[in-house]
Structure formats: C-alpha cells, structure tokens
C-alpha cells in the first residue's frame, strides 16, 4: 500500500514538473489545464477518502514549496479536495467523458475559492486576483478538455502496468 | 471502558480524523510560514454584511441599470433618426454644393469666352428640348424682352472650342425656340477652314448627331481629309462667319454622283450642352 502511494505521488511529482516546465511554456495564454487536480480527480476515484487526501496533503505540501506559497495553503486545498473526491469510489459508475469535465470545470473553481477564502481567512497578501478573469476562464476550459485525456491515460497506465505487479497492488 | 470506545470511535472515523489532522497541519504551517494573522470576528462580520451588501447592491444596481438601458435605448434610436435625417441633409448639401461648384466653374469658362468675342454674346440656358428627338430645336429663356432676334445665331463653348449650335426660329417674350444645325430642316452656308472648299451643311436628323456636307465637287478630294475643321462662310447672312461647325469624319465618292457626301461631326457636343450664347453682330 505504502509503495502504491509513493508510486502516485511520484506521478504526481512528474505532473507538476511537466507542468511547470512544458505546459506553462507551450501554452502562452497564461493559463495551462490543472492536470494535478484531474489526477487527485482520478485518484479520488480509485482509491478513495484516505489515501488521496493523503497524497493531496504531500503534493499540496510540495507544490507549496515548488511555487513559493505560503506553506500549508496548497495543503490544505488538496488534502480537502483529495477527501471530496475520495468520497466519489464506489458511489457511481462514471463514463470517460462527461464525468471527468465535469467534475475538472467544478474542481477548479473549488480550487479558487478555497484558495481565495484561505488568502482572506489567514490575512495573506494576494499577489493575483485570478477570480473573475479571463485566466479562470481559460483554466477552466483548458482542464474540462484535458480531463477525460487524463482519466483514460491514467486507466490505461494503471490496467496495464501497475496490476502487472502484485506488490504494487498489494494493500 | 472509555478509551475502548474512543479508540473504536477513531477506527471507524479514521479518514475524517485523518482529514481534521491534516487540515489542522496544513493551517498550522500556513499560520507559521506566511507570519500571518488571522482574520479578526469583525472582519468575517464586515465581509458577511459587506457580501450581502454588495449583492443587494447589485440587483438594485441592476434593475436600475436595465430600467436606465431600456430608456436609454429609447433616447438612443430618436438620436440616432435625428442624427440620421440630419446626415441625409448634409448629404443634400454636399451634392448641392458640389453642383454649384461645377456649375461655377462652366460659367466662369462661359464668361471667360463671352468677353473674348468681338461680336455681342447674350449668354442662355437651355431650358428644353424637344423631347420627341424629331426636330432637334431647343428652347432657351431669352426672348424679345433681352433683345432676341429670330434667325439670330446660337454657340456654345465646351471646354476650349466652341462651336455653332444653330439659330433662333421663333422668338418669344422671355424665350426662344433655337433650331440646331443637326436638325434636317436648317441649312449652313459653310467651308473648308484649310481649303476654302464651300458647300452646304445639312443635319441628319433623328437619332443621329451627325450632319452632311453637300455640294463638294469631286474634283476636290484631293485637297481636304478626314479631320478637317469646317466653319460657316457667312454667305447666307444668316450665321457670321468663321464659327466652327464641325470636323469631317468620312468622305463617300458615288460612282454616279458628281458630288461628294461629306459626314461632319459637329464640334458641339449636343448630349451635354446646358448653356449657349446668342450672338448678334455689333453694328457699325
């Protein structure tokens, strides 16, 4: 279990190099599709409550690090989200396409307001009001368009490689 | 007994404990890191008030808004028919001027070629014409009362020529009726400008704004071309001597004519005449 976990947060890791590194150059709109978060999405479903809010909480922890916010906020907002979407395994049956938009347009704008309620509740400076601006707009097209690429990505991944060894599947 | 329930408690709620803990790290840290402060009970009272303010603010804002647009876009259209109306005028206006402009500038040439003739000139305007295209007279508004003569010569000046137009057959109190030289009915004792051949100049009437040189010899072909200027030889007193009538555009040789048929096309452009002058020789 402890080895499916650094596994995912490992994924995780590599998605924030990518797209910190390649997609904030390719796309020079300023603003690139929240792949981090349609994986916590996908995580979420998989393996439910416990596990993702625990991968969130790390890679909230380390985006914090990696983007010079204040520690604890990235935190905080992927630990909860990690936990939402945790709270989807089981509860439905979900098709590669509407689902994973869907539930990408609605988790970004969750990331926002949490994000910004967070800013108001701790008196922190805010260095970009994204609310209400046309980057909010792109992001949240950019990541309903990209989720269901990840989520078939993802499950092809997983179906293929990671059942392949069973000390990885081994909870 | 107490700490086995709570530990079956914590088994059971091991993901919401595990959530609350982590929530409670990651404030921690935000709160450390950030040398942040919290946000104080008022300022969660003031933003709550202030939030539903804003929003009652703006749904009155909007209604108001929408209510102000409505009449707006009603002040907007009466503006703009206004504005419209006012533009088709200034439209009116501009072409207006632009005529008067034009027409300026034809009578300035006008007078410019009224004060270099020697002969009297008594400037008109063409004010009809005969609209069945049958006999080519025109009307223009000078008549007894501005000293018009009947069988008084009419031309015209377009551009750098000038040209006869024809003669007066009727005249009236304040107009007259012009006969012109492309109607069939008016003959013009006229010559060779170059050769000094004379002939008779005839128009050809309907639909054509052509005329006819007659009674050139044949013997004499040799001695003018296609081109030459035509002017009237004063011979039949009628017209001065010396106007421009037109230039030669085809010669035809018949076999059993002993003249020649000289096609001459006016030097006046009959389409586009607007004014003439009424010439009348300066006694003494």
Same mark, same amino acid.
């Given at each position: ?62 985006? !914090? ?29 979900? !098709? ?14 969750? &990331? ?50 990671? &059942? ?8 | ?77 009466? $503006? ?63 008549? %007894?009362? %501005?000293?018009?003569? $009947? ?69 004499? $072909? ?27 555009? %085809?010669?035809?040789? $018949? ?30």
């Amino acid at each position: 279990m402890k080895l499916r976990y650094a596994v995912y947060f490992l994924i995780l890791f590599i998605i924030f190099l990518i797209q910190s590194a390649w997609i904030a150059r390719l796309l020079q709109w300023g603003s690139q599709p929240a792949i981090y978060l349609i994986f916590l999405l996908w995580l979420g479903y998989q393996e439910g409550r416990q596990p993702t809010q625990i991968i969130g909480f790390l890679s909230g922890f380390f985006l !914090d690090l990696l983007m010079g916010l204040p520690i604890g906020i990235s935190s905080f907002v992927l630990t909860l989200f990690g936990f939402l979407a945790g709270t989807a395994k089981g509860r439905f049956i979900y !098709d590669n396409l509407f689902y994973p938009m869907v539930l990408a347009f609605l988790s970004v704008i969750y &990331k926002y307001l949490l994000y910004h309620v967070l800013f108001f509740i701790f008196q922190l400076e805010q260095r970009n009001n994204i609310i209400f601006s046309g980057h909010l707009v792109l992001e949240l097209f950019f990541t309903s368009l990209v989720a269901p690429i990840i989520f078939i990505l993802a499950t092809s991944i997983k179906n293929r490689f990671v &059942k392949s060894y069973g000390g990885f599947q081994g909870g | 007994m107490k700490s086995s329930f709570l530990s079956q408690w914590a088994r059971n709620n091991i993901q919401t404990l595990t959530l609350v803990s982590l929530l409670l790290i990651s404030s921690t840290s935000i709160y450390l890191s950030g040398q942040s402060r919290l946000v104080t009970p008022a300022q969660i009272g003031v933003s709550v008030l202030g939030l539903g303010q804003e929003i009652l603010t703006n749904i009155y804002s909007g209604i108001t808004g929408f209510l102000g647009s409505v009449q707006e876009i009603s002040d907007l259209r009466a $503006k703009y028919q206004e504005l419209q109306s006012q533009f088709q005028e200034y439209q009116g206006f501009e072409r207006q001027f632009a005529e008067l402009r034009a027409e300026n500038q034809r009578l300035r040439e006008q007078l410019k070629f009224m004060e270099s003739q020697t002969s009297t000139l008594i400037p008109a305007i063409i004010i009809a014409k005969d609209p069945s295209n049958i006999t080519k007279t025109i009307i223009i508004n000078r008549g %007894h009362l %501005h000293g018009i003569r $009947k069988n008084d010569a009419i031309i015209a000046y377009q551009g750098k020529d000038y040209g006869l137009v024809g003669r007066v057959i009727e005249v009236g109190f304040t107009s007259s009726q012009v006969q012109t030289v492309l109607d069939p009915g008016n003959f013009v004792a006229a010559r060779f400008q170059k050769s000094r051949y004379e002939g008779l100049i005839v128009g050809l009437g309907a639909g054509k704004e052509m005329m006819r040189m007659l009674y050139i010899r044949k013997q004499a $072909k040799d001695d003018f071309q296609e081109g030459d200027l035509i002017i009237t030889s004063g011979n039949n007193s009628l017209y001065p001597r010396g106007i421009p009538l037109g230039r030669v555009q %085809h010669i035809t040789e $018949k076999m059993y004519e002993t003249n020649l048929e000289i096609d001459v096309t006016p030097v006046v452009d009959f389409s586009r005449l607007e004014y003439v002058f009424v010439v009348q020789e300066r006694e003494g």
